[in-house]
């Protein structure tokens, strides 16, 4: 079956950056639509950053020009660049895949998930 596994997730200092990347096995990466959620504390699961088959980006106002998501079809992972973190990005990230070319911040919109990977950020 379709599978998705987070990695990179770590406790880091305010200002650090982290990459975390999502292996897709079971299918054909390029048929999905992925993005990046992630769950604080406490809070429910929210989508914070979106990549479609044409290759377009979307992305949540608080992570705005801190974060790239982008994706390597040659190696079937999804990636999250995480620059400048901030304490309020702590939480669990996961990563979703949906069949077909949109983007959206909806978690129905993915049948997909992985496990989820850990990041917290001190001050």
């Known amino acids: 079956q379709v599978q998705l596994v987070e990695s990179g997730g770590e406790s880091v200092q305010a200002g650090d950056s982290l990459r975390l990347s999502c292996l897709l096995s079971g299918d054909t990466y390029s048929a999905y639509s992925m993005a990046w959620f992630r769950q604080a504390p406490g809070k429910e699961r929210q989508g914070i950053t979106t990549?479609?088959?044409?290759?377009?980006?979307n992305y949540e106002e608080a992570v705005k020009g801190r974060f790239t998501i982008s994706g390597d079809s040659a190696k079937s992972t999804l990636y999250l660049q995480m620059n400048s973190l901030k304490p309020e990005d702590t939480g669990m990230y996961y990563c979703?895949?949906?069949?077909?070319?949109?983007?959206?911040?909806?978690?129905?919109?993915?049948?997909?998930w992985g496990q989820g990977t850990q990041v917290t950020v001190a001050s």
């Open positions: 979703a895949a949906g069949k077909g070319n949109f983007a959206s911040f909806h978690s129905l919109m993915y049948e997909i």
């Open positions: 990549l479609d088959l044409n290759g377009s980006t």
